[in-house]
T-cell receptor, first 111, second 114 residues
Framework: QKEVEQNSGPLSVPEGAIASLNCTYSDRGSQSFFWYRQYSGKSPELIMFIYSNGDKEDGRFTAQLNKASQYVSLLIRDSQPSDSATYLCAVIVGSQGNLIFGKGTKLSVKP | GAGVSQSPRYKVAKRGQDVALRCDPISGHVSLFWYQQALGQGPEFLTYFQNEAQLDKSGLPSDRFFAERPEGSVSTLKIQRTQQEDSAVYLC????????????FGDGTRLSIL
């Protein structure tokens, strides 16, 4: 059973702080890793993807991947109230490309 | 269009009715995926098309679910003899060539079975 695990939260951080979101996955064959943001009642919106070990930065977002530990994380610097949403970690296993999602972590940024 | 378009946005049906959900992917995107999302859960994979070929339908929950993409662009997900447990948001995503490419989602269809 291929699984992606996330802490469901809610994770509450003050405005301007760093929010750290974590995800583990069970299948060592996992190849590609994605973070989606989902506002309530809306569809998932792609915010980051990472394929190789290490860090990848895009604006206020940094994705970190450690394949040996089967761990992927998302850091959000200078958190804003508009960042309040559910963050979904997703992994591709195999050749077809379908995503396996975690249940999501709900982030609340308090003004 | 610029993004993935799904219709209808909302669908209410009585138990036992058939429904059809439409997805229009990003122009030129070869791969098309359908997912089902229950409240408070992450999306779960249903089926995958590469052009008009349905390469994986392992996530379809029963033989009441059927999907097609006859011309390699627009896709339809059909659910026959709907049941209450079919109530969910149905999401369509598309990506360009390559299995590891990022997928972009439509706004989804919220299906409610009464």
């Amino acid at each position: 059973q291929k699984e992606v695990e996330q802490n469901s939260g809610p994770l509450s951080v003050p405005e301007g702080a760093i929010a750290s979101l974590n995800c583990t996955y069970s299948d060592r064959g996992s190849q590609s890793f994605f973070w989606y943001r989902q506002y309530s009642g809306k569809s998932p919106e792609l915010i980051m993807f990472i394929y190789s070990n290490g860090d990848k930065e895009d604006g206020r977002f940094t994705a970190q991947l450690n394949k040996a530990s089967q761990y992927v994380s998302l850091l959000i610097r200078d958190s804003q109230p508009s960042d309040s949403a559910t963050y979904l970690c997703a992994v591709i296993v195999g050749s077809q490309g379908n995503l396996i999602f975690g249940k999501g972590t709900k982030l609340s940024v308090k003004p | 269009g610029a993004g993935v378009s799904q219709s209808p946005r909302y669908k209410v049906a009585k138990r036992g009715q058939d429904v059809a959900l439409r997805c229009d992917p990003i122009s030129g995107h070869v791969s098309l995926f359908w997912y089902q999302q229950a409240l408070g859960q992450g999306p779960e994979f249903l089926t995958y098309f590469q052009n008009e070929a349905q390469l994986d339908k392992s996530g379809l929950p029963s033989d009441r679910f059927f999907a097609e993409r006859p011309e390699g662009s627009v896709s339809t997900l059909k659910i026959q003899r709907t049941q209450q447990e079919d109530s969910a948001v149905y999401l369509c995503a598309s990506s360009s060539t390559g299995a590891n490419q990022p997928q972009h989602f439509g706004d989804g269809t919220r299906l409610s079975i009464l």
